[in-house]
């Protein structure tokens, strides 16, 4: 069963940056399309950022464009999401998973997905 795993994740104080990543385990992520998500206590999952297979094409959330960057490195099999000016309520579980075809923050598209990492914004 393909897997994958995340990493990066941590408490950090507002306005503070994390790097996650993402591997795949016993497969290749150069076929997939990639999407990051997260879930906040009592809340649903939520589409934060979505990359293309060869990175041409990004997606934002309105929550955190302008202050996350999602990219990846075939070569390393890792795509990474660059959290910058972090806040509070960006506080959650963070989720990559992947999918074939176009990329989409709509979860429900995404056929595998990882464990998550929690990230903690606060002082």
């Known amino acids: 069963q393909l897997q994958l795993v995340e990493s990066g994740g941590g408490l950090v104080q507002p306005g503070g940056s994390l790097r996650l990543s993402c591997e795949p385990s016993r497969f290749t992520l150069n076929n997939y399309a990639i999407g990051w998500f997260r879930q906040a206590p009592g809340k649903e999952r939520e589409g934060v950022s979505c990359?293309?297979?060869?990175?041409?094409?990004?997606k934002y959330s309105d929550s955190v464009k302008g202050r996350f960057i999602i990219s990846r490195d075939n070569a390393k099999n890792t795509v990474y999401l660059q959290m910058n000016s972090l806040k509070p309520e960006d506080t959650g579980v963070y989720y990559c998973a992947a999918k074939f075809g176009t990329t989409t923050l709509i979860k429900t598209s995404y056929n595998y997905w990882g464990q998550g990492t929690q990230v903690t914004v606060s002082s």
């Open positions: 990359i293309s297979t060869r990175g041409g094409i990004t």
